[in-house]
């Protein structure tokens, strides 16, 4: 069945190429989520004059890759206890976490993120409070500039786990 989930780990580029190369992965999308104004742009969050995380909306196939395993997939590459950076990434749009608008999802989510780093973790798992698409270039950035920046280790991705 598909499912969405959007997720804040850093720079969008590496988590979106991390999660496009994994089984069930159905589409990837980057864009800004859980700020206060509407249509923000890259600039805008540059810039201080927006205040959104930059995220990944991730449609999957929760028959092959469960939330479980995407929070375990999460986990490999953030730092869950970073406060607004996430490898060379420092400012509020890197911040951490995991948007849904299922409480049912927020509480497992909730429960499986104090299981494997304990309570004292700074990621946001909060509903989704709205989602703007990215510029077009930022979609699958990694893969139109294979040597860009990515804080993501992409080598962290088991063979049996890449499509």
């Known amino acids: 069945m598909k499912r969405t989930i959007y997720l ?5 580029w590496g ?6 190369r994994l089984k069930g992965t159905i589409a990837t999308e980057v864009g ?12 805008d969050l540059k810039q201080g004059r927006a205040d959104h995380a930059e995220t990944l909306r991730l449609d999957y ?8 395993k995407i929070v375990e ?11 607004d950076k ?5 400012g509020h749009q890197y911040r951490s976490g995991i948007y849904s608008n299922d409480e049912d999802e927020r509480e497992l989510i909730a429960n499986l993120l104090k299981a494997k780093v304990g309570e004292n973790h700074k990621i946001a798992v909060t509903p989704l409070l709205n989602f703007y698409e990215a510029e077009e270039y930022h979609q699958d ?12 280790n992409l080598s962290l991705i088991q063979p049996n786990e890449a499509k």
């Open 141 to 152: 950035y990694l893969k139109k500039n294979p040597h860009g920046y990515c804080h993501v």
């Open 61 to 68: 196939d929760d028959a092959v890759l469960p939330l479980e």
């Open 32 to 43: 800004y989520a859980n700020g206060t104004t509407e249509n923000p742009t890259y600039e």
């Open 8 to 12: 804040a780990g850093g720079c969008f």
């Open 86 to 90: 996430q490898g060379h990434d420092v």
């Open 73 to 83: 997939h999460f986990l490999r590459f953030v730092d869950p206890h970073s406060v």
């Open 15 to 20: 988590v979106e190429e991390y999660f496009s």
